[in-house]
């Protein structure tokens, strides 16, 4: 497979994110369900604590991608949804997403504001799309 990813010079290069991923020849497609920061049981493990649940919810990204064989680094669309979002915040997010996201080539990356998500205490949902 081949991941072809481009930033196109009249557009705005960011950290942790690609404008453009192109991917040829991928054997395999796995599509991930938003994931939140919620344990096993279905509890919420850090409530109201942004920069906790973007870890816990990237955390368990990683978890389902194993299931599926893939990585961080298979990554090529990542959904961010965030309640109540705060454009300062925008960085810190960014910042957290960078370690764990591939530095030379991260995945494109939408990041929405969105009212509420299903849970009490959730702060982010975010789903995915790899490729290997």
Same mark, same amino acid.
């Given at each position: 497979?081949?991941? &072809?990813?481009? &930033?196109?010079?009249?557009?705005?290069?960011?950290?942790?994110?690609?404008?453009? /991923?192109?991917?040829?020849?991928?054997?395999?497609?796995?599509?991930?369900?938003?994931? $939140? +920061?919620?344990?096993?049981?279905?509890?919420?493990?850090?409530?109201? +604590?942004?920069?906790?649940?973007?870890?816990?919810?990237?955390?368990?990204?990683?978890?389902?991608?194993?299931?599926? @064989?893939?990585?961080?680094? +298979?990554?090529?669309?990542?959904? /961010? =949804?965030?309640?109540?979002?705060?454009?300062?915040?925008?960085?810190? $997010?960014? +910042?957290?997403?960078?370690? =764990?996201?591939?530095?030379?080539?991260?995945?494109? /990356?939408?990041?929405?504001? $969105?009212?509420?998500?299903?849970?009490? @205490?959730?702060?982010?949902? $975010?789903?995915?799309?790899?490729?290997?």
């Amino acid at each position: 497979m081949e991941r &072809n990813v481009v &930033n196109p010079p009249d557009l705005f290069v960011g950290k942790a994110f690609s404008q453009t /991923v192109r991917v040829t020849a991928a054997q395999q497609w796995v599509f991930v369900s938003g994931q $939140i +920061d919620c344990d096993a049981a279905g509890r919420v493990r850090n409530p109201g +604590d942004l920069a906790a649940q973007v870890r816990g919810t990237l955390d368990n990204l990683g978890i389902a991608l194993a299931a599926q @064989g893939a990585t961080m680094a +298979d990554l090529v669309k990542v959904n /961010v =949804y965030i309640v109540d979002l705060d454009p300062g915040q925008t960085a810190m $997010i960014r +910042d957290i997403r960078a370690e =764990y996201f591939d530095a030379e080539q991260p995945p494109a /990356v939408t990041l929405v504001g $969105i009212d509420r998500l299903s849970m009490d @205490g959730l702060l982010v949902e $975010i789903e995915a799309v790899a490729a290997r």
